[in-house]
């Protein structure tokens, strides 16, 4: 059985997780408001990888005999300035998740719980993944700058991103 704190912890961390794609999925749409569809592709795939983060969450839950409580998701934004706007937002937002997963790391560490420090090393790797990704985005939006053409060679870049769901991984 799990610790009722941790379990209230992981809760929570469902929610951050169901909000984030809630978030890049709104982006998504903002993204194909302004025609570029490689951007939206690629804010599509993170839409359902965030989704599995939440899952996994949520199955390890369930396998440690805790109960799921699903909360409100807030609502996003819709609107952005720019696509790097959206971006910088985005990796604002996954500090954000980095801080809560960290925290949830030092929770568990308190708590002696080392089925969940195991669990939570791969959300550790994962963050680390994500805001590199992030930055290196935002990096390449910067020098494009106002440059229409720079812009559609990255849309086109992005629109390769495709999703792997976490079973097909092994997980
Ligand atoms: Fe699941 Fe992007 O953090």
């Given at each position: 059985m799990i610790d009722k704190e941790i379990e209230e912890a992981i809760n929570r961390q469902i929610n951050e997780e169901m909000y984030s794609s809630y978030l890049y999925l709104s982006m998504s749409a903002y993204f194909e408001s302004l025609g570029l569809k490689g951007f939206a592709n690629w804010m599509y795939v993170q839409y359902q990888e965030e989704k599995d983060h939440a899952m996994k969450f949520y199955r390890y839950l369930i396998e440690r005999g805790g109960r799921v409580k699903l909360y409100a998701i807030k609502e996003p934004p819709h609107?952005?300035?720019?696509p790097l706007h959206a971006f910088e937002e985005t990796l604002k937002h996954e500090r954000h998740i980095t801080k809560c997963i960290n925290d949830l790391v030092d929770l568990v560490e308190k708590k002696k719980d080392r089925a969940t420090f195991n669990l939570l090393q791969w959300y550790v790797d994962e963050q680390v993944e994500e805001e590199a990704n992030d930055e290196e985005i935002i990096q390449k939006l910067k020098m494009i700058g106002d440059n229409p053409q720079g812009l559609l060679m990255l849309d086109r870049e992005l629109a390769a991103r495709t999703y792997t769901p976490l079973a097909d991984e092994g997980e």
């Open positions: 609107e952005w300035n720019s």
